[in-house]
């Protein structure tokens, strides 16, 4: 008995089956480019917060490093600066960004029909979707209060007749760019906006 040899390219054995391999084939890989699209659209937001959250505790960190350093009495002209720190944010798909207080503590979405609440070493973020994260700043009190430049160029207490507007710091999103904070000495430390 001998084995027959034949050419590779004379051999058309199972030709007929290479227009259905195909078929096959190519349904399967546009199975899997499918499910690859379909996991990552639920990734997306899940990688979008993890991304946001690292913005926001970097943002925690750098607040925290200033709260033992230099503040400036807002009350004496020729003090010097107090101890500053520059916070770099991109955040898009938020409602708000707050520093200190609760501005929606009803969770409606509305921030002028109820009295902001307090919340000292806390970061509040509020998405589009609803959703709030709070984030605690460990260590000293941190009393955040916003900031308004007088007429000599300082940055002081922005003291106005709306109560929810003097506690805290509120940023309105989307949140874009850099954020700088100053730590002043009034009858307190406060660590207050220069924007």
């Known amino acids: 008995m001998g084995v027959k040899v034949t050419s590779f390219l004379r051999d058309t054995r199972g030709v007929d089956t290479i227009p259905l391999k195909m078929v096959f084939y190519l349904t399967v890989t546009g199975a899997i480019i499918v499910m690859v ?5 639920s990734l997306s937001p899940v990688y979008s917060g993890a991304k946001d959250s690292k913005q926001i505790s970097d943002a925690a ?36 960004l707050a520093f200190g207080m609760d501005p929606d503590p009803d969770m409606n979405g509305n921030l002028t029909d109820t009295q902001w609440i307090a919340e ?46 003097n506690m805290g710091i509120l940023i309105e999103g989307p949140v874009e760019g850099k954020f700088n904070f100053e730590l002043v000495l009034a009858d307190e430390k406060y660590t207050i906006s220069h924007f």
Do not use: H
């Open 120 to 165: 000292n070493n806390t970061i509040i973020c509020q998405y589009v979707n609803g959703a709030k994260d709070r984030y605690n700043i460990d260590g000293n009190i941190i009393n955040f209060r916003k900031g308004k430049m007088d007429n000599t160029g300082k940055w002081i207490l922005n003291d106005e007749l709306d109560t929810n507007k």
């Open 61 to 96: 960190l750098e607040l925290l490093s200033i709260q033992n350093g230099y503040a400036r009495n807002i009350q004496e002209q020729n003090s010097p600066d107090g101890s500053t720190c520059t916070i770099e944010l991109s955040i898009s798909d938020i409602n708000y």
């Open 37 to 41: 699209a379909a996991s990552w659209n």
